[in-house]
C-alpha cells in the first residue's frame, strides 16, 4: 500500500474492526471506555495523573526539534546559493532542494527531528514538514502546515487501532515572508507544497497554526511512546502538547488511554 498516512488515531481493540498496515505520526481517537473513570475538568485529570508518573523528564524544545547541525546548514546553503540557481525565487530554490532528496527519502514511522531526518533521510511525514520547516526557517522564509485526509487506514498495535491521517507543509516566497498585514494572509498566495506522500486522494482538512504544529510533534512523541510500553513518558509528552493547544481533544484522549494503562 503506497505510503501516505502519516498519523494515527488510537483505540482500545475491544471490538471487530478492519484494519491495515497503516503509517504512523500521532492523534488518538475517542475512546468508548473512556467513560468509565470521568472526571470533571482535564486540571483533575492532570493532578491524578501527575502522582502515577513521577518527576517531569527533559523534554526535547521546538528549537530542539529543528536544530540542524553547522554541516547539515552549510551544505543546505552551498546547494541553496548555486549560481545556476540564482534566478529561481528562495522557495523554489529551498523545494529543488527537497526534490533532490526525495528519491531516496526511507518512510518509517517514527517521528525525527529536523537533524537526524536530513542525515538518515528518513521519518514519516510530519518528520518531512520539521526538516522542510527548519531548512525554511534558515533562509527566511514562511512555512505553512495543512492537515490531510484520504480513506481511513488502520494498524492494530497491540491493544490499540491506530488510524492514519497526514500533515505536510507549504513553503512560500520570500516577498511573502518579508511582507505584513493583509498580504502575509492572501489566500491566492498558496505557496509550493513539499510532500513525498502523495497518492491522489488527499482531502485538505485544515490549516494548522504553529502551535498546532508543534502540539502534533509531542502527541507523536507520547503515542509512539506508549506504542512502546513506556507510559510516562508518553504521559509527559502529551502533557506538553497541551502547552501548544490547549484542551486539544487528541491530547485527551492520549491521556484518556494512559489512564487506562
Keep these: 500500500m503506497r505510503n501516505s498516512q502519516c498519523a494515527t488515531q488510537s483505540e482500545p481493540a475491544s471490538r471487530p474492526v478492519i484494519w491495515k498496515r497503516s503509517l504512523l505520526v500521532a492523534l488518538l481517537l475517542v475512546l468508548?471506555?473512556?467513560?468509565?473513570?470521568?472526571y470533571g475538568d482535564i486540571d483533575t485529570l492532570l493532578a491524578d495523573l501527575?502522582?502515577?508518573h513521577g518527576s517531569r523528564p527533559d523534554i526535547v524544545t521546538p528549537d530542539d526539534v529543528?536544530?540542524?547541525?553547522?554541516?547539515q546548514k552549510s551544505e543546505f546553503l552551498d546547494y541553496f546559493n548555486r549560481l545556476e540557481l540564482s534566478a529561481y525565487p528562495a522557495h523554489q530554490r529551498l523545494y529543488f532542494y527537497m526534490k533532490d532528496k526525495e528519491s531516496g527519502f526511507n518512510y518509517q514511522t517514527e517521528t525525527l527531528p529536523a537533524a537526524e531526518t536530513l542525515e538518515t533521510n528518513s521519518g514519516n511525514c510530519l518528520s518531512l514538514a520539521i526538516r522542510t520547516t527548519a531548512l525554511a526557517q534558515l533562509v527566511g522564509l514562511d512555512v505553512g502546515?495543512?492537515?490531510?485526509s484520504e480513506a481511513p487506514v488502520y494498524d492494530l498495535t497491540g491493544p490499540y487501532v491506530e488510524k492514519g491521517v497526514h500533515v505536510r507543509s507549504v513553503v512560500y516566497s520570500l516577498e511573502h515572508s518579508q511582507s505584513d498585514g493583509d498580504d502575509r494572509l492572501n489566500p491566492f498566495n498558496r505557496g509550493i507544497?513539499?510532500?513525498y506522500f502523495r497518492?491522489?486522494?488527499e482531502r485538505f482538512v485544515a490549516n494548522l497554526s504553529y502551535e498546532s504544529y508543534v502540539a502534533l510533534f509531542?502527541?507523536?512523541?507520547?503515542?509512539?511512546?506508549l506504542r512502546k510500553g513506556d507510559v510516562d513518558l508518553a504521559y509527559w509528552n502529551a502533557v506538553e502538547s497541551l502547552r501548544f493547544a490547549p484542551d486539544h481533544p487528541d491530547a485527551l484522549n492520549t491521556l484518556a488511554v494512559i489512564?487506562?494503562?
Design 218 to 225: 509531542y502527541r507523536n512523541v507520547a503515542v509512539e511512546a
Design 193 to 195: 507544497t513539499i510532500d
Design 199 to 201: 497518492s491522489g486522494r
Design 50 to 52: 501527575a502522582d502515577l
Design 32 to 38: 468508548q471506555a473512556c467513560a468509565a473513570r470521568p
Design 66 to 71: 529543528h536544530y540542524l547541525t553547522d554541516q
Design 145 to 148: 502546515w495543512q492537515l490531510m
Design 259 to 261: 489512564n487506562r494503562q
